[in-house]
């Protein structure tokens, strides 16, 4: 079985909302990762989580906040985005990273849309 | 030079017909290479994963050429189901200390027609 899965399927917010998105995953995957996607755009790499620990920021922007409670949770907080926030936001999962065979899984994905 | 450079789209095909998909990469440290399947609106599903020269699926055909740095990706008997952005995608190497880190292609869109 490799689902991930991430709530909420859609979400609204204005910009002066706190918002937090959820992504959770029972494959005992021990790396979790956040992407965004623009249409008709490939998605493009936010955040890594190893072993629970941030190992990889591609320098975004503070108002997105990651959080990895345990081994199968993490969670990405929102705080005074902007319109170009708007987009798909994909969270994945992986065995481990660095191992040769390493693989990621998508969920469904979050469309956040900001007002 | 981006990381990972795809061939642009759309292709149009007839049913039965074979689209053969190409990708090359930048960074020859990468170890694994991935071709993923996105249906519109949805997320990227693995289709094949390529560690080797190459593998094969049923009607799909990856190979990978260390040497020229590029992965390709082949349909044969194309099915209006095939209809969908495929994304190659690179994984860096950790003597990078860029484990984890999957660069994505543009994406090709493949529009399979009766």
């Known amino acids: 079985d490799t689902e991930v899965t991430q709530t909420p399927k859609h979400l609204v917010m204005g910009m002066t909302n706190k918002k937090s998105l959820k992504c959770e995953q029972h494959?005992?995957?021990?790396?979790m990762y956040w992407y965004k996607q623009k249409a008709k755009k490939p998605p493009e790499l936010m955040f890594v989580?190893?072993?629970?620990?941030?190992?990889i920021n591609e320098s975004v922007p503070s108002r997105f906040s990651p959080e990895c409670p345990n081994s199968s949770l993490l969670n990405l907080h929102l705080h005074a985005l902007q319109p170009e926030d708007s987009a798909l936001y994909l969270c994945?999962?992986?065995?481990?990273?660095?191992?040769?065979?390493?693989?990621?899984?998508f969920g469904p994905g979050t469309r956040l849309t900001v007002l | 030079r981006k990381e990972v450079e795809q061939d642009p789209g759309p292709f149009n095909v007839p049913e039965g017909a074979t689209v053969a998909f190409n990708c090359t990469y930048s960074?020859?440290?990468?170890?694994?290479f991935f071709w993923y399947r996105q249906d519109c609106r949805k997320e990227p599903k693995l289709l094949m994963s390529?560690?080797?020269s190459g593998n094969e699926d049923g009607r799909f055909t990856a190979q990978l050429n260390r040497a020229s740095q590029y992965i390709s990706l082949l349909i044969r008997d194309s099915k209006l189901s095939d209809s969908a952005t495929y994304l190659c995608?690179?994984?860096?190497?950790?003597?990078?200390?860029?484990?984890?880190?999957?660069?994505f292609g543009q994406g090709t869109e493949l529009s399979v027609k009766p």
């Open positions: 960074n020859s440290a990468s170890q694994s």
């Open positions: 494959m005992g995957h021990r790396a």
């Open positions: 995608a690179v994984n860096l190497d950790m003597i990078y200390n860029q484990g984890g880190k999957l660069i």
């Open positions: 989580y190893s072993y629970e620990k941030l190992s």
């Open positions: 390529v560690y080797s």
């Open positions: 994945a999962s992986s065995q481990e990273v660095g191992a040769s065979t390493d693989t990621q899984y």
